[in-house]
């Protein structure tokens, strides 16, 4: 079967991974080579040993490139952690919506701690309005994210966030405001500005002001 160019290019990230990995060049992974370069990119070192026995399933105390692929694509969250590493985040607003709306997911099916409740969705909002506010705004949902585990960088994590206001905006049948009504509100913001600081100035993704999840 053909491989696509992007099944390529992931493969040559890869091997060059691999071989950047591998210091003495031999074609296998110690323990000590791996615990260098999973600390690097930010896992704990006392994950490593769990890793590394996870990844060595011959058993012989060396990691092959087969081994350490078939892990690293295995599903765990150290895996997927390592694979943001080398791939590099979303590309796209609908790239980010995707591993966030997978993100969510993976956190609904964490199983509850003993005499806990399965986690809901209402439940992953109330950790993500920060001040209990019943409303999310753009710093929280991007802080909150982020302590949650998330590993997104701000700019793709403000994409995710509008597309979701955007999306509950059209749920509530707001209409969309022309580019003329989005610089009256703007003007109109500015010169209350100069009597009050504190007033803020709009900001409008897809017709509609960006607000606050709720």
């Not at 791996?34 to 994950?47: C, E, F, S, T, Y």
């Not at 078939?70 to 080398?86: M, N, T």
């Not at 995710?160 to 003007?187: G, P």
Request: hydrophobic letters at 35%; glycine letters at 6%; aromatic letters at 6%.
């Amino acid at each position: 079967m053909a491989r696509t160019l992007e099944e390529y290019c992931k493969k040559d990230c890869l091997v060059s991974l691999f071989n950047k990995v591998d210091s003495d060049l031999n074609g296998t992974l110690s323990t000590d080579e791996l615990r260098r370069a999973l600390v690097q990119i930010g896992l704990r070192d006392a994950d490593v040993t769990k890793i590394f026995e996870q990844m060595d399933s011959n058993r012989d105390g060396l990691i092959s490139y087969t081994e350490f692929v078939r892990w690293l694509f295995h599903g765990s969250p150290e895996a997927k952690h390592i694979e943001r590493k080398v791939m590099g985040g979303p590309s796209t607003p609908a790239e980010a919506m995707s591993e966030f709306m997978e993100f969510v997911q993976e956190l609904k099916d964490t199983p509850p701690k003993e005499g806990e409740k399965p986690t809901k969705l209402k439940d992953i909002f109330k950790r993500l309005d920060d001040n209990g506010s019943g409303k999310v705004s753009l710093t929280e949902f991007v802080q909150s994210c982020k302590s949650l585990g998330l590993d997104m960088n701000d700019d793709m994590l403000k994409e995710v966030f509008d597309l979701i206001d955007a999306e509950l905006s059209k749920k509530k049948k707001k209409r969309k405001l022309t580019e003329e009504e989005q610089q009256e509100l703007i003007a109109a913001a500015r010169e209350a500005q100069a009597e009050d600081p504190s007033v803020q100035i709009p900001e409008f993704f897809d017709g509609h002001p960006r607000g606050d999840i709720s």
